[in-house]
């Protein structure tokens, strides 16, 4: 069975830092592109940052260029998104999810993923 869960979310102050953390299981990690995602009160989830299976290839939305980092262990099956300078603007649900594998790259579109970790808060106070 393919399970991605999330943690590492919470409260923050402004300009403060966390570290998200995506376990997966029931499927080979480096095979697949690797997504994070974000959904804040009354907005659509959007597509934050992304790994490519493909070549290693990473993405990152502008609003988070140069504040967030995704990585990822192999051995342990896990992806990581690292957020520095945190603003009360991404205050979300964060959610990783696994490619469909559709392009070579990985993408900031929902419906190119097919499976979705349960989300985990992130809150930053002002």
């Known amino acids: 069975e393919v399970q991605l869960v999330e943690s590492g979310g919470g409260f923050v102050q402004v300009g403060g830092s966390l570290r998200l953390s995506c376990a997966a299981s029931g499927f080979t990690f480096d095979d697949y592109h690797i997504g994070w995602f974000r959904q804040a009160p009354g907005k659509e989830r959007e597509g934050i940052s992304c790994r490519s299976s493909s070549d290693g290839n990473t993405y990152y939305q502008d609003s988070v260029k140069g504040r967030f980092t995704i990585s990822y262990d192999n051995a342990k099956n896990t992806v990581y998104l690292q957020m520095n300078s945190l603003k009360p603007e991404d205050t979300a649900v964060y959610y990783c999810?696994?490619?469909?594998?559709?392009?070579?790259?990985?993408?900031?579109?929902?419906?190119?993923?097919?499976?979705w970790g349960q989300g985990t808060q992130v809150t930053v106070s002002s």
């Open positions: 999810a696994r490619g469909t594998n559709t392009h070579y790259y990985c993408s900031d579109k929902n419906h190119e993923y097919d499976y």
